[in-house]
Nanobody, 117 residues
Framework: QVQLVESGGGLVQAGGSLTLSCAAV?????????VAWYRQAPGKQREFVAS???????RSADSVNGRFAISRDGAQNSMLLQIDSLKPEDTAVYYC??????????WGQGTQVTVSS
């Protein structure tokens, strides 16, 4: 059983920064084919935010391009999401995801990010 545990969320003013962390238990993050972050705002569907493949290819949603940066931390067996220039519309629950295969596709429990204007 693999567990992903997010941390780092909180209340921040618009224009501020946060770093979200997702620690893996029971598997090596470095071996995942893709690691990613998603978010779900109140009343909306979960949406893709950013991802990075095992060979280091990043991808991010157009809505966050240039403000969000995803990375893996092999030493801590975790993935990070650096968020800069936060906007009120970034308010959401942020989820990490680690994908090895259709059978081994794991989600964290979510961490709340609230941006005040």
């Amino acid at each position: 059983q693999v567990q992903l545990v997010e941390s780092g969320g909180g209340l921040v003013q618009a224009g501020g920064s946060l770093t979200l962390s997702c620690a893996a238990v029971g598997a090596r993050i470095a071996s995942a084919a893709v690691v990613a972050w998603y978010r779900q705002a109140p009343g909306k569907q979960r949406e893709f935010v950013a991802s990075v493949t095992r060979d280091g290819k990043p991808r991010s949603a157009d809505s966050v391009n240039g403000r969000f940066a995803i990375s893996r931390d092999g030493a801590q067996n975790s993935m990070l999401l650096q968020i800069d220039s936060l906007k009120p519309e970034d308010t959401a629950v942020y989820y990490c995801n680690a994908f090895w295969s259709a059978e081994y596709n794991w989600w964290g429990q979510g961490t709340q990010v609230t941006v005040s204007s």
